[in-house]
């Protein structure tokens, strides 16, 4: 049997998690590479039963659809157990390597969730654009919730101006997607990013989705604050997905409809370029 957590932590006995590292398995992005994947490879590698930290409601709903779909042996690290090997799990978040596990891990769990029941939300059908739209911040994530990590969603960052360039690319007769991957299941999520050739979205961890698109496919992210960060361009780097980048001033960055229309129908030129707002 084997407790895990991710490398960096610090986890006592009973499974409490007492420091955190370059990102919390609380927030999808370092929960999915960080944690998840590395932690069914281990358990398909050692073929004993895992033992996985609470990584908070939102979460476990995703880390119990994949542990069921995958036909391991698990249970929540709760309590002490001596007889459980703790073992710290490689940060896929971070990088990818050894690139060989991770890919296997991908492979292993995409075949897993096709045999996972269907989303329970509706509007799972997608096209081959997705316009990513983010989900309202869950209490958990509050200033008074128990979170390790405050803030999620909306609560976070979100494009200004996002119904106007929804109602612009369905004026102009783009064939787009509406998609909140929050709202949805793993599986659906992996569906949709499967599925999807162009994504187009503010930066935020469902862009851990990045690993069930397919090479030669394309995403563009809106950074804020007038930077970009590591996170998304450097996973797109190594799956050989190319990375649009649209760079806004602000927290909450306006984007031009025509920009994302462009985007959508091949007639954007530039990898990155800013926008002064």
């Given at each position: 049997?084997?407790s895990l957590?991710?490398?960096?932590?610090?986890?006592?006995?009973?499974?409490k998690?007492?420091?955190?590292?370059k990102?919390?398995?609380?927030?999808?992005?370092h929960f999915l590479?960080?944690?998840?994947?590395?932690?069914v490879?281990?358990?398909i590698?050692s073929g004993?039963?895992?033992?996985?930290?609470?990584?908070?409601?939102?979460m476990?709903?995703?880390?119990?659809e994949?542990?069921n779909?995958?036909?391991?042996?698990?249970?929540y690290?709760?309590?002490?157990?001596?007889?459980?090997?703790?073992?710290?799990l490689?940060?896929?978040?971070?990088?990818?390597?050894?690139?060989?596990?991770?890919?296997?891990?991908?492979?292993f769990l995409?075949r897993?969730?096709?045999?996972?029941?269907?989303?329970v939300?509706?509007?799972?059908?997608t096209?081959?654009?997705?316009?990513?739209?983010?989900?309202?911040?869950p209490?958990?994530?509050?200033?008074?919730g128990?979170?390790?990590?405050k803030?999620?969603?909306i609560?976070?960052?979100?494009?200004s101006?996002r119904?106007e360039?929804?109602?612009?690319?369905?004026?102009?007769?783009?064939?787009?997607?509406?998609?909140q991957?929050?709202?949805?299941?793993?599986r659906c999520?992996?569906?949709?990013?499967g599925s999807a050739?162009?994504?187009?979205?503010?930066?935020?961890a469902?862009?851990?989705?990045?690993?069930?698109?397919?090479?030669?496919?394309?995403?563009?992210?809106?950074f804020e604050?007038?930077?970009?960060?590591?996170?998304?361009?450097?996973?797109?780097?190594?799956?050989?997905?190319s990375?649009?980048?649209?760079?806004g001033?602000?927290a909450?960055?306006?984007v031009?409809?025509v920009?994302?229309e462009?985007?959508?129908?091949?007639?954007?030129p530039e990898?990155?370029?800013?926008?002064?707002?």
């Open positions: 049997m084997h957590h991710p490398d960096g932590y610090r986890v006592s006995r009973g499974g998690v007492l420091h955190i590292e990102g919390s398995t609380e927030h999808f992005f590479l960080g944690y998840l994947l590395p932690a490879w281990l358990g590698k004993s039963k895992i033992r996985v930290l609470d990584c908070g409601p939102l476990n709903g995703r880390l119990e994949a542990l779909s995958s036909g391991l042996k698990w249970e690290w709760r309590g002490w157990k001596p007889w459980a090997k703790t073992v710290s490689p940060r896929w978040d971070l990088s990818r390597e050894p690139f060989e596990d991770f890919q296997n891990a991908v492979l995409s897993a969730l096709e045999g996972a029941p269907n989303c939300e509706s509007a799972c059908e096209k081959e654009n997705l316009f990513l739209i983010r989900s309202p911040e209490s958990f994530y509050g200033p008074a128990p979170a390790i990590l803030g999620y969603g609560g976070r960052r979100e494009i101006n119904e360039i929804i109602n612009h690319l369905g004026a102009v007769g783009s064939s787009f997607s509406v998609y991957p929050g709202a949805h299941s793993l999520q992996m569906k949709a990013f050739k162009k994504v187009f979205g503010v930066r935020g469902e862009w851990a989705n990045l690993i069930w698109m397919n090479q030669e496919t394309s995403a563009c992210v809106v604050g007038g930077t970009t960060t590591p996170f998304a361009p450097a996973l797109a780097r190594d799956l050989r997905i990375l649009h980048s649209i760079v001033e602000s909450a960055p306006h031009d409809p920009t994302v462009k985007y959508f129908s091949d007639a954007l990898p990155r370029w800013n926008i002064p707002n």
